[in-house]
Each structure stands twice: as C-alpha cells, then as structure tokens.
C-alpha cells in the first residue's frame, strides 16, 4: 500500500523549546494530511486538517498558535510544537489519504517528550 | 455528524480459535469503513476497508470484516487467532456523501490479546 514516513520516530526536548515533526506522502500526492494526537489507552483526537497552499484547520480546543501547522508541498506538511510545555508530552501521528484507493495511510508515529 | 463504536476495550482468545472485534457504525449518507491495527509505539496499519461491493472484505494477515448495513456493523473476524495478532485494533468510518468528507472518524479502540 501507499506509505506515508512520519519523522522523527522519538525525540526528548527541554521545556520552553520548539520541536517540528515532519510528515510525507512517499509515492502519492495528497492535499490534505491530519495531525492526530493520542494519550495512553486512548484513541486517535483529530487535532487539525492540513491544507496543501493554505492554512490549517483546527479542531476545537486546540490552539493554532501552539501547534503550527504547513503544508508546503502535496508531500510534506509539518506540525511544530512551539514552547512545549510536559503536558504537551504525548504520540503525534499524522495522516494522509491515498487519493487512489480512498484509504487514509499513516505515519509511525512520533513520540514527545517533554522533560 | 458520524460516529463509531467499539463496545470491547479488549477482547481475549486462544491461539487457534475464532476472533471477532466488534464495530458499530453511525452516518447520515454511505460509509466507507476501514480497519486498522496499531503495535504498540507505532502508527497504525490499514486492514482492510468496504467501499462498495460484496458485503464480506478480505484483508491483511487473514483478517476479513463483514458489512451489515440493517445492524450498522462492520465486525472483524479472523478464523484462527495468532500470537501476533495481539495489537490494538480501530475501527474507523468516513461519509462518502459529505462534502468536507476527507475526516476518518475513529472508534475507541480494541485491544486484542491472543493467548497461547
């Protein structure tokens, strides 16, 4: 199937400090990826819809100016954490649908830890 | 809006022996319903999915899922468990008549674990 490569996997950073998570479609366009955020036992929370050549849109709840969100080509968009606070510390997975068959493919998944 | 439901936070079998995961489903159009599988500390890994067509679907590792539009299901079914098929397993529906209809709804997830 379609691939999509989410990167990094992990990554530990101080508090008050910023961390970009990046997301590509490998061998499929896609105008649109999701950003999903999921806590321990939970399911995926929709967090935001990026649009390829505009902007972002975000679920309720969650602050546009806290999770910067680009997607500057039809194969990459970026989620960036800004002033990660511990709380912040969660699984980032981002999304994007293979036009081709309809089905959403996932990244593996980024791990933050905010110390 | 649409919605999905998974009544079992976790469902436990033997090695060998039939599961099924349950999965409910709510849209106001047509659905296309997908199942995935997530190992821990990883993103999740598409199924298999019904678009349209006979009502039973095949799909990765010998799973298969059948679509009852009258009961509003889609159940995931395996004849003979694995070992390795313990994982986390979600089921998720997206309406094919909503025109901002790119967003998967996803259940809240099952755990499988599968005993030898």
């Known amino acids: 199937g379609a691939v999509v490569s989410q990167h990094p996997s992990r990554v530990i950073c101080k508090s008050g400090t910023s961390v970009k998570i990046e997301c590509r479609s490998l061998?499929?366009?896609?105008?649109?990826m999701f950003w999903y955020r999921q806590f321990p036992k939970q399911s995926l929370m929709l967090m935001a819809t990026s649009n390829e050549g505009s902007k972002a849109t975000y679920e309720q709840g969650v602050e546009k100016d806290k999770f910067l969100i680009n997607h500057a080509s039809l194969t990459l968009s970026t989620l960036t954490v800004t002033s990660a606070h511990p709380e912040d510390s969660s699984f980032y997975i981002c999304?994007?649908?293979?036009?081709?068959?309809?089905?959403?493919?996932f990244g593996q998944g980024t791990r933050l830890t905010v110390v | 809006a649409q919605s999905v439901a998974q009544p079992e936070d976790q469902v436990n079998v033997a090695e060998g022996n039939p599961l099924t995961v349950k999965c409910t489903y709510s849209v106001s159009g047509n659905p296309y319903l997908f199942w995935y599988v997530q190992y821990p500390n990883r993103g999740l890994q598409f199924l298999l999915k019904y678009i349209t067509g006979d009502n039973l679907v095949k799909g990765s590792y010998g799973f298969e899922a059948e679509f009852n539009k009258s009961q509003t299901s889609f159940h995931l079914k395996k004849p003979s468990a694995l070992v390795s098929d313990s994982a986390l397993y979600f089921c998720a529906v997206r309406d094919m008549n909503n025109n901002a209809g790119n967003m998967l709804t996803f259940g809240g997830g099952t755990r499988l674990m599968v005993k030898p």
């Open positions: 061998d499929f366009q896609a105008t649109t």
């Open positions: 999304s994007a649908r293979d036009p081709r068959g309809r089905v959403a493919f």
